[in-house]
C-alpha cells in the first residue's frame, strides 16, 4: 500500500530505544506516530487476548506475516485491516490524535498543511 507524502515506514523513524515504544526522530512524521501507537495497542491487545499472529490471523482474516509486520511498525495499514483486527480483538485499536500527543510539533506541521484535494 502507498505511504501519504512518501513517508518510510513508522519504524524508520526511530530514534532510539525499541519499536514500539521508541523514542521517534524529530523529523518523524504523523504516520510514524500513528504506526507507533496502533503498534502498541495491537501488541497489548494480542497479549491481553492470549493469541498468537496466524490464530488472530485465522480469526480476523488479515495475514500473519501482515499483523506482524504491523506490530513491527514494516507497514502501515489501510482502514479495513484496521476494522477487522478491532473487531476479531473485540477492541479499538485506532490511537486517533492521542497519537501525536506526545509531540506538539507534529500536531502543529499536520495542521498547518494544506488539505489534499481530490
Known amino acids: 500500500m502507498p505511504r501519504s ?5 513508522p519504524a524508520a523513524y ?5 519499536w514500539p515504544r521508541a523514542e521517534l526522530a ?5 504516520s510514524a506516530y500513528y504506526g507507533q ?12 487476548a492470549g493469541l498468537g499472529t496466524r490464530t488472530l490471523g485465522e480469526k480476523s482474516g488479515v495475514a500473519h ?6 506490530m513491527r511498525g514494516k507497514v502501515l495499514c489501510d482502514i479495513g485491516t ?7 480483538l473485540a477492541t479499538d485499536l485506532w ?3 492521542a497519537a501525536v500527543d506526545q509531540a506538539p510539533a507534529q500536531r502543529a506541521r499536520a495542521t498547518t498543511q494544506p488539505a489534499a484535494t481530490s
Do not use: H, M, W, Y
Not at 507524502?5 to 515506514?9: L, M
Not at 506475516?65 to 504491523?70: A, F, G, K, M, P
Open 26 to 30: 524529530p523529523d518523524a512524521p504523523v
Open 65 to 70: 506475516t501482515t499483523i506482524s509486520r504491523l
Open 82 to 88: 484496521v476494522a477487522r483486527l478491532e473487531i476479531a
Open 14 to 18: 526511530v530514534a532510539t530505544g525499541q
Open 5 to 9: 507524502n512518501n513517508d518510510q515506514v
Open 37 to 48: 501507537a496502533f503498534a502498541r495497542n495491537l501488541v497489548r491487545a494480542i497479549e491481553s
Open 95 to 97: 490511537p486517533g490524535t
